[in-house]
C-alpha cells in the first residue's frame, strides 16, 4: 500500500501552515516555495482541505490561509481521509465494492487487521506532534526511523500502533 502524493503534500503543507502562522494567515505562494509543491496542486489540496474544515481561507490583502482548529486536535488520520480515497490495505477491503468472492479467502481477517493498524497509527499521531517535531530539530526534518511515541522502539512493538 502506497500513500499518494496528495496525501504527503497535504500533511506536509498542513505542518507548514502550523509552523509560520502564527495567529496570521499563511499564503498558499509561500507555503508551495517553502515545501517545494507546485503551486496549482497545492491550490487543489487546500480546496479538499477547506472543504473538509481542516483550512479556513482569509481573503483580501494578507489573506491566506489559517488552520480551523488547534493542530492538536487534528490527526493525520483526518488530514489523509480529507484529501485520499479511504486507506485500505487490499482492493477488496474498500466498502464502496464488494468482494469478488462468494465467502471470504482465508487472508481477509490479515488485511483487515493490517487495515485498523495503518488507522489506528495515523490515529495516534497529530498534527501538533509533527510540528512539535519540526520546531524540536529547528526546522530539519524527521529522520527515517520511526515517530516520536515510538522512543527507538519499532512500529511492531508500540503500544499505540498494536490495541491491546
Known amino acids: 500500500m502506497l500513500l499518494t502524493r496528495k496525501a504527503?503534500?497535504?500533511?506536509?503543507?498542513?505542518v507548514d501552515l502550523s509552523g509560520h502562522s502564527q495567529g496570521k494567515p499563511v499564503a498558499l505562494k509561500d507555503i508551495a516555495q517553502r515545501e517545494g509543491?507546485?503551486?496549482?496542486?497545492?491550490?487543489?489540496?487546500f480546496f479538499r482541505l477547506k472543504k473538509g474544515a481542516l483550512v479556513t481561507a482569509v481573503r483580501g490583502p494578507g489573506g491566506g490561509y489559517l488552520l480551523a482548529r488547534d493542530g492538536a486536535t487534528i490527526r493525520i488520520s483526518d488530514i489523509i481521509?480529507?484529501?485520499?480515497?479511504?486507506?485500505?490495505?487490499?482492493a477488496c477491503m474498500d466498502e464502496r465494492k464488494e468482494c469478488e468472492r462468494d465467502t471470504r479467502c482465508a487472508a481477509h481477517g490479515v488485511w483487515h487487521d493490517l487495515g485498523e493498524r495503518i488507522t489506528t497509527f495515523l490515529d495516534g499521531i497529530t498534527l501538533e506532534d509533527l510540528a512539535r517535531e519540526?520546531?524540536?530539530r529547528g526546522g530539519k526534518e524527521i529522520p527515517t526511523g520511526g515517530w516520536p511515541q515510538h522512543a527507538g522502539q519499532g512500529v511492531a512493538d508500540c503500544a499505540v500502533c498494536l490495541p491491546g
Do not use: C, G
Open 37 to 45: 509543491i507546485p503551486l496549482p496542486y497545492l491550490e487543489q489540496l
Open 8 to 14: 504527503q503534500y497535504a500533511v506536509q503543507a498542513l
Open 134 to 136: 519540526v520546531r524540536q
Open 81 to 90: 481521509a480529507t484529501v485520499e480515497e479511504p486507506l485500505r490495505p487490499v
